[in-house]
Structure formats: structure tokens, C-alpha cells
């Protein structure tokens, strides 16, 4: 019985090691995903800020056509001006320049306004392209070494399938269907050690005659408790 156990414990211990190395690599598509979501939105956020400079552009040139539109309609007035016959007519041109050039003064404060926005924008832009391209080099850095990895754990993988498929057989058939058993319903490991009397598996003490029993590794033995096949580890 003490060397079918110990086949027992081995197979534990490959179903563990495997198990670790399964879950790494079932994350690594999420790891993936959150470098691209990373990238996507660092390519995004440039996106945004272009448009915003082309937006920029376009209301400085809108600005720009006002004013020379204004400017063209002053010069018009300035000439009509030798031409007037009445103080009235004279008052009413010399409002209306008044006006246009406001709205042009206006206008011209607004363009200054685009253009310190477009400075502003252009230097942002060429902040995120310089943190995307660092981003990139690292992502694909990155990726080259999980990929790696992911090579690693998948050989090792197969070594430990080997393993177990070789330690298996050794074990007698009902032993190891009951070994099965057991692990489906504890849903993990099956076999617990038992050391000064206490189940490794859930932490509780065996009773003293049983604990007796167990130390003569002639028979399989289960914890009262949490149902694990136990044996007993020597101090
Ligand atoms: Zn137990």
C-alpha cells in the first residue's frame, strides 16, 4: 500500500504542476487583449486630438475670411467718405467702420486664441506618438517573451502528460478509479498527508485510533472529515 500511495502523491503532484501551468497559459490571451486595449486607446486618443486640429484649422481660417471680408468692406466706406453731402450720412459711415473694425479686433483675438490651441494640440499629439511607439516596442517585447513562455509550459506540459501516463500505469485499475473519485468530489486534490494526527487537507485531527492505524500503511484510509484519501507523512 505505502508504494501505491506514494504513486498517489506523485500523480498529485504532476495534476498540481500541470494545473498551475494550464491556467498561466489560458491567461495569456487576456494579457494580449490588455496590451491591444492599451495601444487602441493610445491610437484613439491621436485620432481625437487630430481632429481637434483640423477643427482648430478650420475655425482659424473661418476667422481669418471674416476679417479680410471686414476689411475689404472698411476700405469701401473709406471711400465713400470723401463723397458724402450730409454730416448724417458722414456720422452713419464712420459707425458703421467703427463696427467692422470691433468685430475684426474681435476676431483677431480669437484667431490668436486657435492659434495658441493649435501649439497646444500639435505638441500633444506629438507627446502620444512618442509614448505609442514606446508602448509598441514594449508590447512586442513583451509578447515575444510570453510567447516564449507559452512554448515552455506547453513542452513542460506534455513532459508531465508523459510522466503521468507512465505513473499511472503502474497503480492498480480500482485504485486509481477511486483516486478519481475522490478528486471530483473534493473538486481538487484528493490525497491529503497527515502529520501529528492532522489532516492536511482540511486542518482537522483524526481520531487516535485511526491516526495508529494509518501509521501502518497497510490499508487505504480516508479523512472523517473532508473524505481525502490520507497517509501518513513520518516527521
Ligand atoms: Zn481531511
Redesign the pocket.
Known amino acids: 500500500m505505502k508504494e501505491q500511495i506514494d504513486i498517489l502523491v506523485k500523480l498529485q503532484k504532476i495534476e498540481i504542476e500541470s494545473d498551475d501551468i494550464k491556467s498561466k497559459l489560458s491567461g495569456v490571451s487576456k494579457k494580449f487583449d490588455s496590451f491591444d486595449a492599451g495601444l487602441k486607446e493610445l491610437e484613439q486618443s491621436i485620432v481625437d486630438k487630430k481632429s481637434l486640429l483640423n477643427d482648430l484649422s478650420k475655425k482659424y481660417r473661418s476667422y481669418d475670411s471674416d476679417v479680410q471680408t471686414n476689411l475689404a468692406l472698411i476700405k469701401k466706406s473709406q471711400g465713400k467718405l470723401i463723397a458724402v453731402k450730409t454730416n448724417r450720412e458722414y456720422q452713419a459711415l464712420l459707425k458703421e467702420i467703427e463696427e467692422l473694425k470691433t468685430k475684426n479686433s474681435q476676431a483677431e483675438d480669437e484667431m490668436l486664441l486657435c492659434l495658441d490651441r493649435i501649439d497646444e494640440t500639435e505638441k500633444d499629439i506629438s507627446v502620444k506618438k512618442d509614448e505609442y511607439s514606446k508602448l509598441k516596442e514594449r508590447v512586442s517585447s513583451d509578447k515575444e517573451t510570453i510567447m516564449r513562455e507559452v512554448e515552455h509550459g506547453k513542452e513542460r506540459l506534455a513532459k508531465l502528460k508523459t510522466e503521468w501516463n507512465s505513473i499511472s500505469s503502474r497503480l492498480k485499475p480500482e485504485l486509481l478509479e477511486r483516486y478519481m473519485m475522490v478528486k471530483q468530489r473534493v473538486k481538487g486534490t484528493a490525497i491529503?498527508s497527515v502529520k501529528k494526527s492532522v489532516?492536511n487537507?482540511?486542518n482537522?485531527n483524526l481520531p487516535p485510533q485511526m491516526y495508529n492505524e494509518l501509521q501502518r500503511c497497510d490499508c487505504l484510509k480516508f479523512?472523517p472529515?473532508?473524505q481525502?484519501i490520507?497517509y501518513w507523512e513520518q516527521p
Open positions: 491529503a489532516c487537507g482540511c482537522m479523512c472529515n473532508c481525502r490520507i
